[in-house]
């Protein structure tokens, strides 16, 4: 079946604008992550949705970056008042109920650069 | 604090050659374990996981994990590497039971040459 999808694959903003970058789960998938891949940082948590509970969005860097998920399926992370930092590779996964011993499915990702 | 340590960045083996990509944690009680392949422009793909029992874990493509206690490391290997398993490799924790997200080490980038 299909697997995790992202959109867009790249995209270029300049600095100070703001971005969205959508991820589409597996269907069914119940358990919805955001990472971050960067240079500097390596792959970084950033925001899980587990079906209606309130989302853990520890991993948050600031106050800029948001994220939300509708019907309980489609992801939006928002990126608002961009910054050259916030240039990375954003990941998706997903996984069916959540819990540390599911598998987690990583779409491709988006690549933001940030000028 | 929590931490997940890949000493390699940068692996260069020969093809048919074995390999070992070494994993360090750092973490009170023994957290889930992963070990995660990044083809170049794809998305991270499971290879294997630890959570319990048996400490030698075999995964897909022929990889194989050996989780040791006492050295808290999670290497991964493999015994014949094909040019194909050219890559970034990810070794990640979940720290906690009811903890979902992952931690992820630095990555080790495979090169194979022929």
């Known amino acids: 079946g299909a697997g995790v999808s992202q959109s867009p694959s790249n995209k270029v903003t300049e600095k100070g604008k703001d971005v969205e970058l959508r991820c589409d789960p597996i269907s069914g998938h119940t358990a919805l992550y955001w990472y971050r891949q960067s240079l500097g940082q390596g792959l970084e948590f950033l925001i899980y949705f587990q079906g209606n509970s309130a989302p853990d969005k520890s991993g948050l860097p600031s106050d800029r970056f948001s994220a939300e998920r509708t019907g309980g399926s489609v992801s939006t992370l928002t990126i608002q008042r961009t910054q050259q930092e916030d240039s990375a590779v954003y990941l998706c996964?997903?996984?069916?109920?959540?819990?540390?011993?599911?598998?987690?499915?990583f779409g491709p990702g988006t690549r933001l650069l940030v000028l | 604090a929590q931490s997940v340590t890949q000493p390699d960045i940068h692996i260069t083996v020969s093809e048919g050659a074995s390999l070992e990509l070494r994993c360090n944690y750092s973490y009170g009680a023994t957290p889930y374990l992963f070990w995660y392949v990044q083809s170049p422009g794809q998305g991270l793909q499971l290879l294997l996981k630890?959570?319990?029992?048996?400490?030698l874990v075999q995964g897909i493509k022929g990889f194989e994990a050996e989780f040791k206690r006492s050295q808290s490391s999670f290497n991964l290997r493999k015994p014949s590497v094909h040019w194909s398993d050219a890559a970034e490799y990810f070794c990640?924790?979940?720290?906690?039971?009811?903890?979902?997200?992952?931690?992820f080490g630095t990555g080790t980038r495979l090169q194979v040459f022929p």
């Open positions: 996964a997903s996984s069916f109920t959540g819990g540390s011993q599911e598998t987690q499915y």
């Open positions: 630890y959570f319990s029992g048996d400490t």
């Open positions: 990640a924790v979940a720290p906690k039971r009811n903890t979902d997200k992952l931690i």
